[in-house]
């Protein structure tokens, strides 16, 4: 019995070290999403910076740019998954993979992250590039830097013509995760404006345009990768709410058999005094 005893005891001190571990990676991805929503506000101020300016630039031009219907392309299709890097997410990166075919079949899949990379090869995917996700909020403007880069390089060198970007979101904004095309770049989004006069220009309207379009993109991708992080650490939030909830209700059950093992050694102490105090007596009676 004591034994027994000594084991549950054990395992009810490992839960509650592990409810610690639990409730510091929960307190962690808090910070984490309250932060990336802040970033978030900046990347909003920026890209609609830059879609000002394209704005002003297409107004120098006698015609709108005009991209390739959807459907009509005909090169490599490139699809960029946002996934995670760590576990103790949940259905994070299977929901993401699930929208793959919302964007038709795939030429070239890029996986952003090791966790959700390692999940498209167990669905039978061929992943042509793998990315670290970024690990804190600052880390995302370089990923973005590296997606872009590697983006137009393939761009460049291998014909893609279509490129998407599937993402997850924070639930609270209602949303499942997004499929978002970045090329071809879509001008007729941006209203060709003359407010404040005809800039001055260092390069040709389409120059420029081509410039700005890059940085469009740039901006698009930013803030795919930090509603990502945010979809994230508030999935690894509520992964971790679930365990410990789970971890609430086995500490009670333990708890509980404690308490039924300890008051049962009690008892068989007890008999076990009573019977040695009878036998004391019976022997006391015979002499």
Known sequence: M??????VEGRLRGIGQFSSVVSAIRGMAAVRLNEAEEHLKGIAAYAGTVADAIGQALALLSQMPVAAPEGTTHGMHLVIALCSEQGFVGGFNGRVLDCLGATGSPTVLFVVGRRGASEARERGLEVSGEFPMAGH???????ANRLAEELYRRIEKEGIDRVTLVHAVP???GREPAARPLIPFDFQRFPASTAGGPPLLNLSPDALLEALAREYVFAEISEALMLSYAAENEARMYAMLAARSNIDRKQGELTALVRRLRQEDITTEVAELAVGALVNMGGDRGS
């Open 2 to 7: 004591a034994e027994q005893l000594g084991m």
């Open 171 to 173: 639930t609270k904004q």
């Open 137 to 143: 909020a600052q880390e995302t403007v370089t990923l």
